[in-house]
């Protein structure tokens, strides 16, 4: 037995030296000792937390777009900074996956609902006063010099 198969870890026992194991066996070739389950599983994991990101990332982005629509006399440069924030990682998520770009419109959309809860929580306003559907086009939500 060589040493990869000796130090075989579990993953349940140790995830970083499981993940050391498997980047050694990927690189040595030996992909009949690979734990396929367990990296399909983490792999999976990793698309959905990219996707939750941007998601998460566009709910808060369209808050305070909401929040400077719909109250402007208290629109502040805090505000707008986490506009500028929110864009820059969003931009950085398209940066390192681009295929995220065609997901904005999509994800906004599903985060909007969530969007107009926080907004209505943080301004007092009532529900009634934002739009029922996602005001905002993906140039708007991306456009570091649109703010409403």
């Given at each position: ?45 990793t ?48 940066r ?29 306003l ?11 086009t ?11």
């Amino acid at each position: 037995m060589d040493q990869l198969e000796v130090a075989r870890v579990a993953y349940e026992d140790d995830f970083l030296l499981w993940l050391e194991q498997q980047v050694s066996l990927l690189r040595a070739g030996r992909l009949e000792h690979i734990d396929i389950d367990n990296i399909t599983e983490e792999l999976e994991g990793t698309m959905r937390s990219e996707r939750r990101e941007l998601e998460n990332r566009l709910e808060v982005l369209m808050t305070h777009l909401l929040k400077c629509q719909f109250q402007p006399q208290r629109k502040s440069r805090s505000w707008i900074g986490t506009l500028g924030t929110q864009r820059v990682r969003i931009q950085r998520l398209i940066r390192d996956s681009p295929s995220l770009r065609s997901k904005v419109l999509p994800f906004a959309q599903q985060a909007y609902p969530a969007a107009v809860h926080a907004a209505h929580a943080q301004t007092a306003l009532p529900l009634s006063t934002f739009p029922d559907v996602l005001p905002y086009t993906a140039q708007q939500l991306l456009d570091n010099g649109f703010v409403p």
